[in-house]
């Protein structure tokens, strides 16, 4: 602790400790219990204890009050845990008996302070953080403070019940400890004796009657075995086996919906994974036995395990499969369809009887779309996944939604009934059938999942967020083809026709979500297909670029934006890469282009346009695509010139970013060492002058702006030009140019102890002209070389790093704003926003 | 019995984070998705960890509702939406969902600018998250799904402000968000309908405060700024893009307007024109004095104010500057705050709450030498003022707010513990209903009545008054009859109209008991022993005795058979239907007597 912090601190805990004053801020009170923890880690906390007394007595204060303000207990509480973590401050605090009063039975826990949650809370962490040694859990399980736990887990707050399970499953692994051997029989265990209290009390609950009891132990265990994978978890597992697996039968104590998450945190741990068949024999007869929409989890969780038993996967891929085929059966003549499951394995009546009825349908549909879309992610999936079939299904279910199809089967039609315009269901199967598009073997339906797409598309009555996963899935699913047989599938290109032709009526859609993702399904596309021949010249012979441009004048920024990004794109198929593409006609003209989106830099009232309009601006310059030399020259220097006084920072930023891909391109084309985004490295011309890069720097206006940029009101702006100096010093000042150049004159030199002297002080600000005013010529390479050589961008980069933000976040600014805060009129706190 | 729960994950006895999960009726529905300034670590966003301890987010819940703009409302959203993995519908005003995004931008500004935030939502998110909500209207009655919906009411407090009723069948819930019961200069009072809701949720920010009048704070800012101005020196007032800003604009632009002052008023980088913008195409949402003007003069095009540019700042004379953020904590307000804090002719009004840590805080709290960056100390000549603006209900507000809405239950948000249980009392003496307080993570349970209502046929009506006493409109009247639940309707008919509806089939159910007795004779002879026997003793009924042999007495019916094993003893089979059952069960405990001695 520093010695400010130090002096400071007994004021303020006798400010908190004093009831006439009003309750501290809570941010306050949980940024000190951060830095005491901080304090912990960092030295002897006796030695705290020790050299701060204020704090001891500011325990003894707060308990002799007669109603503290609860956020005031609370927080006594949590510190004196936190302190008395190391055992020798526990000692020392008991001996004092503070932690008698503070924790025992006649503290608070006997006080009316202890109807408020915050104390009860209070009290539960600070046991947790005490109880981190053998005296502390002793002190706990010896004072009754363990039933004080056990009754708190079903505390009527959340938070608390919360905690204090997982203090139960703490002191348990602390009490048992990591290495210890116990016979492998519940009842010949000798568990150390806390822990015995606690497993006592877990085999008692399971046992009982009251069913939240039963879950709270259920909760525990869960917490347990997902914390802990000692071996002893198996002895304590072995007492309440047999309980446990009565409740998957039970329905009078309806636990079941707690059994999927134990049973899966199970299985995670080797203690019981490698065991013999009964775990999974428990498993097995779970997934029968659960309701479909509980076996759900536990089946997408079995079958994400690395080491399984075969059958227990197969029986796991069955549950997730059941609602599918369902809806396949459902969809067809009954001889036609070979099923997904093996009937003989499940009975699918449960999972029709959910189908059928309207409170369960959705539920079971978007749950099951929801968990194949998270198994087709893992990349190490031990079953095979019937993808062709699982693509016919969700395309189906999509085709109950929209009303495509109705089919005669009582059952098929029952669920299309409950489907149509389900929007929740429509979104879950838009999002498997995107993520099916990775997936192998699935070119068998192809044309009906176009079809149905198209028909997502062009429907007036899909909803924009449904119409945007359409968008998703649909560019997946074409960009998945076209890259993998675009030749061989027709299909696939007659769909991308259709696809135009909805993209065009989609952009002129009235909605600006419509609009925007329409735009951005542009992009997605452009970015991918760009190098198929087919796809640009769809493209580029339909209406689509022409109204993407219409879209730069759109009355919503955000679609202005995604207008910009997609404009930015569209130029690698007119011109950057195809400028001889015949397709590309006149309408189709660079510079428009490029003075459309620098007019949408310059003038656009809103951030987001000229954001995009930087990112497509570096985009451009990183792949080469702004021209010849001269050219590039004249661009950076006009988007320096509109960006340098812009009032969004991410702007100026994104400026800063191109600036810096610019120097780099430089770089590289004179030579310097080798530049990224040259597509061909260009030949070292030695005969021009290493300083060329330096004139063209001045020329584009560079150094103003990145000096500029340096006292910039926001930090990351200023860090960014920090970087670039620092670049440019040490390409441009290595000692042997600088040997060639000498120290320049003295003409050149004159504004740069001004520039220095004002950056040291960081307040350069506005009135930091760089047009010369002060002496220094921005544009004057000689000036610069030597601004760049004087001046130490090191240390201004350790300035800018050293505090981000304004917020002081030291534990002193902390102490003295406690201290400020005592006797301020109190409307202050009650405000807010 | 049908309960309403509620759990505050925010917002629970303090006014950090507003975040109130309800479930009414099977649904579960979040209101508000706020965060915490004070935090910049996981702490600032709610615990979502504790909505579903099973199963996904989307399954559920069913919707969220964003009940204003301000980021302890919905600071949180994009970080729900798009990092936690909700993926349902949403809920706001037209003008939340267009002026969200500029908020939320401004906040993940601050919070990127700061090192080491990671985790955090990106501008994409932002939009994306907005791409999902549904914007609705003043009292529009929205469907979410086919039983829950919702409907918003005007809340006053920001432009767009609503509070919501959510209503699943006959049960409602009404939450106020933060609403001001008195017009100010733009907006105008919140208001809501006698809806008679199961639960109201209201803030409590002001639960024991009347506060003054607002005229006198307005003319205390005013006098303060005209001095400053006066004496040559510079205001700044460090405001947030939206909301109060508009309100201090239009105060100094009449007030300039007024008394012709000279003096420049600036807006910092560019948000007057932004906000403005909203404020001109949201007109209907503004008070009623700015929309009959708005054809005349648009208060938002304002004359004395422009936009600020940096280089401004060093201009000599005096100025006014609204400078974002609002705390001090960053960016321009801090810029202006450090070239002009030295001079003692200069003055910041501070119009709202800072967060500890800010340099917006410790002026406030009265530090005058603040160690700016570790590089320097900043000494505060200028004058510091505190100017409360912000526009909530005070306790008048959120009395007359209940009296307005006729819930059968209060519950108290969005305010300090004290200062709550004082307004749950007074609460519940005035009005005689109960008022809880939860605290976050405290789950309140409030059993509900729901009076279902049930449409009776003209016909079965009349037949039932017709019976008994004339009816009385304040006493309740039983009524018998068939209860069809069809359509989400019920309708209580006659029980021969319920089987004409339904086709159904009459079925006639009969008791039977079998009597023995001892009687040596022929069946049919026995037989008439009964009849005679029971003609004697029952004068008042037609009994009698048919061609078959068996006996009549009304519905009942009698048989008489000779046993299978003993010829001596007969069985009386006795058969009655549901409406003859006293008739029946008298008529058996008779025959069980016996017949008399034989009278023939």
């Known amino acids: ?833 | 019995m049908p309960e309403i729960k509620v759990t505050p994950l925010g917002a629970g006895q303090d006014v950090g984070r507003s975040c109130v999960l309800v479930s009414i009726a099977g649904r579960n529905v979040m209101l508000d998705c706020g965060m915490h300034m004070g935090y910049n670590d996981d702490r600032r966003f709610p615990d979502f960890s504790y909505i579903t301890q099973n199963g996904r987010l989307t399954d559920f819940l069913d919707c969220v509702i964003i009940s204003h703009f301000h980021l302890d409302h919905c600071g949180a959203l994009p970080y729900f939406s798009e990092m936690v993995g909700y993926d349902g519908p949403i809920y706001m005003t037209h003008p939340t969902k267009a002026i969200c995004p500029i908020l939320l931008e401004d906040y993940r500004k601050i919070t990127v600018d700061k090192k080491g935030e990671t985790n955090f939502f990106t501008s994409q998110m932002i939009k994306d998250c907005m791409k999902k909500v549904v914007a609705v209207h003043l009292h529009q009655t929205v469907q979410v799904d086919e039983e829950l919906e919702i409907k918003a009411y005007y809340a006053g407090h920001v432009l767009g402000a609503a509070m919501f009723q959510i209503k699943v069948g006959c049960e409602s819930v009404v939450y106020t968000g933060d609403y001001n019961m008195t017009p100010d200069r733009h907006l105008g009072a919140a208001w809501i309908d006698k809806c008679r809701p199961d639960l109201l949720i209201t803030e409590s920010t002001y639960a024991t405060t009347i506060r003054d009048s607002k005229r006198c704070r307005e003319r205390d800012f005013l006098k303060k700024v005209h001095e400053t101005v006066e004496r040559g020196g510079k205001v700044l007032i460090p405001v947030f893009a939206l909301g109060r800003a508009q309100e201090l604009c239009i105060l100094l632009e009449t007030f300039w307007e007024r008394m012709n002052l000279k003096a420049p008023i600036y807006f910092s980088t560019g948000l007057t024109e932004k906000a403005n913008h909203y404020y001109k195409l949201f007109i209907t949402w503004t008070n009623q004095k700015i929309r009959k003007t708005f054809v005349q003069r648009n208060m938002f095009e304002f004359k004395h104010i422009k936009a600020f540019d940096r280089a401004f700042a060093d201009n000599p004379g005096p100025m006014v500057v609204f400078a974002t953020p609002g705390m001090l904590h960053a960016g321009q307000s801090l810029q202006i705050f450090r070239k002009w804090a030295g001079n003692e002719k200069n003055m910041v009004i501070m119009p709202g709450y800072c967060v500890q840590g800010t340099v917006g805080h410790k002026i406030l709290s009265g530090q005058r030498k603040l160690e700016m960056e570790g590089r320097q100390i900043l000494e505060v000549k200028m004058q510091v003022e505190y100017m409360s603006f912000s526009a909530h209900a005070d306790a008048k507000g959120i009395m007359q707010l209940i009296r307005q809405a006729e819930p059968r239950n209060v519950l108290l948000v969005h305010g300090e513990a004290k200062k709550m249980e004082f307004l749950k009392q007074k609460i519940e003496q005035e009005f005689h209903v109960s008022c809880y307080m939860p605290a976050n993570g405290e789950t309140t349970t409030i059993f509900t009545n729901p009076s279902i209502p049930v449409d009776i046929s003209l016909g079965l009506l009349k037949r039932e008054t017709a019976i008994g006493l004339l009816p009385d409109a304040k006493k309740p009247k039983l009524m018998h009859g068939t209860l069809i639940m069809k359509d989400n309707s019920f309708r209580l008919v006659s029980p021969e109209q319920a089987l004409k509806e339904l086709g159904l089939a009459e079925h006639q159910l009969r008791f039977t008991c079998r009597v023995h007795i001892q009687d040596p004779r022929k069946e049919h002879e026995t037989a008439l022993r009964v009849y005679n026997h029971l003609k004697g003793v029952l004068k008042d009924y037609s009994v009698q005795h048919l061609p078959d042999g068996s006996i009549t007495v009304e519905s009942i019916l009698i048989q008489a058979t000779a046993h299978s094993e003993d010829q001596g003893t007969k069985v009386l089979l006795v058969s009655w239907t549901y409406q003859d059952e006293e008739l029946g069960s008298y008529l058996t405990s008779l025959l069980k007597k016996g017949l008399p001695p034989s009278t023939s």
């Open chain 1, 1 to 833: 602790m520093s010695r400010q912090c130090a002096l400071l601190l007994p004021r303020v805990c006798a400010a908190l400790a004093d009831p006439r004053q009003p309750g501290s801020d809570d941010t306050c009170l949980e940024k000190m219990l951060d830095w005491f923890r901080e304090l912990r880690e960092g030295e002897p906390t006796e030695k705290l204890l020790q050299d701060n007394p204020c704090l001891t007595e500011f325990f003894s204060s707060v308990l002799a009050l007669p109603e503290p303000n609860p956020s005031i207990l609370s927080f006594t509480l949590r510190l004196a845990g936190i302190l008395a973590a190391a055992e020798d401050c526990f000692q020392h605090l008991q001996q004092r008996q503070l932690l008698v009063r503070l924790f025992g039975e006649g503290g608070p826990l006997s006080s009316a302070a202890w109807e408020d949650a915050s104390v009860r809370s209070g009290w539960v962490e600070g046991v947790h953080s005490m109880v981190q040694h053998q005296p502390a859990l002793h002190f706990i399980c010896s004072g009754g403070g363990i039933d004080v736990v056990f009754t708190l887990q079903g505390d009527p707050s959340l938070f608390v019940a919360s905690a204090a399970s997982r203090l139960l499953v703490h002191m348990l692994t602390l009490s048992v400890g990591p290495e210890v051997t116990l016979p492998l029989n519940a009842k010949d265990c000798d568990w150390p004796a806390c822990a015995q209290m606690i497993v006592k009390h877990i085999e008692d609950s399971l046992q009982s009657s009251s069913a939240s009891h039963i879950k709270q132990s259920l909760k525990l265990l869960t917490s347990l075995f997902g914390s802990c994978q000692a071996t002893w978890t198996k002895v304590l597992w072995l007492g309440v086996a047999k309980q446990v697996e009565s409740f998957l039968t039970e329905d009078s104590v309806q636990a079941q919906h707690m059994l999927p998450d134990l049973l899966l945190n199970m299985a995670r741990s080797p203690v019981f994974r490698d065991t013999e068949g009964s775990f999974w024999a428990l498993v097995t007869s779970a997934l029968e036995h659960l309701t479909p929409l509980q076996a759900g989890p536990l089946a997408v969780g079995i079958l994400k395990l690395f080491q399984c038993p075969q059958d227990v996967r197969i029986q796991a891929l069955t549950v997730l499969l059941q609602p599918m085929d369902c809806i396949l059966r459902a969809a067809s003549q009954p001889l036609e369809y070979a099923g997904l499951v093996d009937e003989s394995v499940s009975d699918p009546s449960t999972v029709e009887n959910l189908l059928s009825s309207k409170s369960s349908c959705a539920s079971l549909l978007c749950q099951t779309l929801a968990h194949l879309e998270e198994l087709l992610s893992v990349a190490y999936l031990r079953v095979d996944l019937p993808s062709a079939t699982l693509v016919r299904s969700v395309v189906i279910i999509l085709q109950f939604c929209n009303g495509l199809l109705i089919p005669a089967s009582p059952l098929g039609s029952k669920i299309s009934q409950i489907l149509i315009g389900c929007f929740r269901v429509q979104r879950s199967a838009l999002d498997a059938l995107a993520a099916l598009s990775q997936w192998k073997r699935c070119d068998t339906v192809v044309e009906s999942l176009f079809d149905v797409l198209l028909a997502y598309l062009e429907s007036p009555n899909t909803s924009p967020t449904v119409l945007k996963k359409s968008f998703q899935a649909m560019a997946k699913w074409l960009v998945h083809l076209l890259h993998k047989s675009f030749k061989k599938q027709r299909q696939t290109e007659k769909s991308l026709q259709d696809v135009l032709l909805v993209l065009q009526k989609r952009l002129c859609s009235p909605c600006w979500e419509v609009r925007d993702s329409s735009l951005e399904f542009l992009t997605k596309l452009i970015a991918c297909l760009r190098d198929q021949d087919e796809f640009r010249q769809s493209l580029l012979s339909s209406e689509v670029p022409k109204l993407t441009e219409n879209l730069l004048e759109d009355p919503e920024s955000y679609v202005r934006a995604s207008a910009v990004t997609a404009v930015g794109h569209l130029a690698f198929l007119t011109y950057f890469f195809f400028p001889e593409s015949p397709v590309a006609g006149n309408q189709y003209n660079k510079e428009n282009t490029v003075a459309k989106l620098q007019e949408i830099l310059s003038t656009d009232p809103e951030v987001f346009p000229r954001r995009a309009v930087m990112s497509i601006f570096t985009m451009w310059l990183q792949q080469c695509c702004t021209g010849e030399l001269e050219e590039t020259e004249r661009f950076v220097s006009r988007v320096i010139q509109i960006t340098e006084r812009d009032l969004d920072w991410e702007v100026r930023l994104g400026c800063l970013e191109m600036v810096q891909i610019f120097t780099i391109y430089m770089f590289c084309r004179f030579g310097l060492p080798e530049c990224p985004y040259t597509p061909v490295p260009s030949a070292v011309t030695s005969s021009i002058s290493w300083c060329e890069p330096l004139q063209i720097f001045c020329r584009v206006k560079l150094f103003g702006f990145l000096f500029r940029s340096l006292c910039d009101c926001d930090k990351p702006v200023g860090q960014k030009a920090c970087d670039i100096l620092l670049a440019l010093k040490s390409h441009f000042c290595q000692s042997s140019m600088i040997d060639s150049q000498g120290s320049g004159d003295l003409a050149a030199g004159r504004g740069i102890p001004w520039l220095q002297r004002t950056l040291r002080q960081g307040s350069l600000a506005e009135n930091f002209s760089t047009g010369g005013g002060n002496g220094v010529d921005f544009e004057d390479p000689e000036s610069m070389m030597l601004a760049l050589r004087t001046i130490d961008f090191e240390e201004l980069h350790s300035d800018l790093n050293k505090c981000s933000d304004h917020v002081e976040k030291s534990p002193q600014s902390l102490l003295e704003d406690i201290l400020a805060a005592v006797g301020t009129i109190e409307e202050n706190e009650a405000d807010c926003y």
